[in-house]
């Protein structure tokens, strides 16, 4: 994908976030080309996290339709709830199907920086392959855009 762009992957490509997740992930899939439609959604359990396990289950029935998933975006503070995705749970999805795992922590990235939450909440996030977080927003909040995107 990184020399021969994105279909040279030889099928439908497909990427999957949670129905929590920002819009910028369907904006994005938008301006690559990609389509809303293969931007998909999947629900969330009680807490607002992706479920790893029907995460799973749409990889595979793509998969089985000719499809060729690539990417799951991951999101560290979701907009409405809050909610941290599990990361170690869908990076174990992304292993198994050879799929990019991307954290989105512009809202809940500054976690990184507490002792006491990160653990629990961003457990598994050095084994993304790319990580955005906007320190702005919790760190000495500042009127200033200071995003960062860490590969």
């Known amino acids: 994908v990184k020399t021969e762009g994105i279909f040279a992957i030889g099928g439908q ?18 301006v690559v080309g990609l389509g809303s439609n293969n931007m998909v959604e ?28 690539f990417f799951v975006g991951a999101t560290a503070g979701t907009t409405v709830m809050g909610a941290f995705d599990d990361i170690e749970a869908l990076r174990e999805v992304c292993d198994k199907f050879g799929l990019w795992l991307h954290v989105d922590g512009a809202w809940g990235g500054a976690v990184l920086l507490s002792p006491k939450y990160k653990k629990a909440l961003l457990s598994g996030v050095d084994k993304a392959d790319s990580f955005c ?19």
């Open 13 to 30: 490509p497909v990427a999957y976030c949670s129905a929590g997740a920002h819009y910028s992930y369907t904006k994005a899939a938008l």
């Open 42 to 69: 999947i629900p969330m359990d009680s807490r607002g996290r992706m479920r790893a396990d029907l995460l799973q289950k749409r990889v595979a029935e793509d998969l089985a339709a000719g499809k060729k998933p």
């Open 133 to 151: 977080w906007n320190p702005h927003k919790m760190v000495a909040s500042r009127p200033y855009h200071r995003p960062y995107r860490l590969v």
